[in-house]
């Protein structure tokens, strides 16, 4: 299995909102990552997980808030967010020379 | 601070017309990726290209590296309607977790 899924594809959320999006894995990869896109953008890295604990945190606001519950899965728990913050939501793991892109999430919040 | 640049970030071509898209990067790294992306999707990996001299080619698209001039480039051959998207490369964040820095993207249109 050489896919890493997201969930939900599409979300739309008010401002007063919780919502989370979901990752999932099962490549063994130990390293799992959370990037932003916005349109017209590259990619930007929110966070990044090793062995399941946090190891890079790029100054995003608390508003966004990831968890990994274990080596396979990764959530980001949204919560307050500002329209600015629409975009799409892409999770990606390594293998040791590759990184390996879900399908994202594409959120919008009014 | 690891930057990545590429040009053009717009391209328009003819079918069957080649060009090459250029990607530069400021420090060492011996691994560059190139992604396709259609509007609305995800990132396609298109080449893994890992030493110096590397070249991979898959279709019209053909990549190489030159790590001592910290440059690779897209070569598209004959270009046809079906290779319109935005094309990223991206090295690794060396000293890092391993996650990737992209240049700003290359948007291509190609006309018949």
């Known amino acids: 299995d050489t896919e890493v899924t997201q969930t939900p594809k599409h979300l739309v959320m008010g401002m007063t909102n919780k919502k989370s999006l979901k990752c999932e894995q099962h490549m063994g990869h130990r390293a799992m990552y959370w990037y932003k896109q916005k349109a017209k953008k590259p990619p930007e890295l929110m966070f990044v997980?090793?062995?399941?604990?946090?190891?890079i945190n790029e100054s995003v606001p608390s508003r966004f808030s990831p968890e990994c519950p274990n080596s396979s899965l990764l959530n980001l728990h949204l919560h307050a967010l500002q329209p600015e913050d629409s975009a799409l939501y892409l999770c990606?793991?390594?293998?040791?020379?590759?990184?390996?892109f879900g399908p994202g999430t594409r959120l919008t919040v009014l | 601070e690891l930057k990545v640049e590429q040009n053009p970030l717009f391209l328009s071509m003819q079918e069957g017309k080649n060009y090459t898209i250029y990607c530069n990067y400021s420090t060492t790294s011996d691994r560059l990726y190139w992604y396709r992306q259609d509007p609305g999707k995800s990132l396609e990996s298109l080449f893994v290209l890992l030493s110096n001299g590397a070249v991979k080619q898959e279709g019209r698209l053909m990549a190489s590296l030159d790590t001592k001039a910290r440059l690779s480039t897209l070569h598209i051959t004959a270009a046809v309607h079906d290779l319109s998207a935005t094309y990223f490369c991206a090295v690794d964040n060396r000293g890092s977790q391993g996650n990737l820095i992209f240049g700003k993207g290359t948007k291509l249109s190609v006309k018949p």
């Open positions: 990606a793991t390594r293998s040791y020379n590759e990184q390996f």
């Open positions: 997980y090793s062995y399941e604990k946090l190891s």
